[in-house]
């Protein structure tokens, strides 16, 4: 299996949309519901312009035969208080995890990361995904504190670890591989 990591850009818009989409069926471990998703192509295509024109952000697809199998985006702060800091999300298609792509977009962002000043980066995973937390103690992330009772999922309270990764800011990654 060939995997293509990338940044993706406005054209790729219908694509990521439809693995949003399809992330949001086979997932109760993303924040939207099936069929809470609203966004439009072209609003899609917005915010793809946004990551690209915004200094700490960056928006970065895995591509299988063509086709976007996963994704992360890492939203920096817009102030100079927070631009040091970033919130990412990433999900991957079902069929594509424990492949490796994972750990592919989080070695990307690492180097975007130190190469672009961001110094924290930060998420939120549910308490009981267990493959996600797995990725994210091995990419360097730790758990910081619990958000008890963060989500509704199925009519259940569901709890979330806030994690953080520290980057060293005065290192480039290149210089560390």
């Known amino acids: 299996m060939m ?3 990338r940044e993706l850009v406005p054209e790729d818009a219908g694509e990521l949309l439809r693995l949003q989409h399809q992330l949001d069926q086979e997932s109760k471990f993303m924040l939207l519901e099936p069929d809470e998703r609203q966004a439009s192509l072209c609003q899609v295509k917005e915010m793809i312009e946004s990551f690209l024109v915004a200094e700490t952000s960056i928006l970065i697809g895995a591509e299988v035969d063509n086709h976007l ?3 992360l985006s890492v939203r920096g702060g817009s102030v100079r208080r ?3 800091s970033a919130y990412i999300v990433i999900g991957i298609q079902k069929q594509y995890q424990g492949n490796g792509i994972g750990a592919g977009l989080f070695r990307e962002m690492d180097i975007w990361a130190m190469n672009n000043g961001i110094v924290r980066l930060e998420l939120s995973v549910m308490t009981h995904n267990q493959a996600a937390l797995a990725l994210y ?3 360097g992330f730790e758990i910081e504190g619990t958000k008890r009772k963060s989500l509704i999922i199925d009519g259940e309270w569901v709890d979330e670890y806030y994690m953080s990764k520290i980057l060293p800011k005065e ?3 290149e210089d560390q591989i």
């Open 3 to 5: 995997v293509t990591l």
């Open 82 to 84: 927070n631009r040091h």
């Open 171 to 173: 290192k480039r990654i």
């Open 69 to 71: 199998a996963g994704y």
């Open 137 to 139: 103690i091995k990419n």
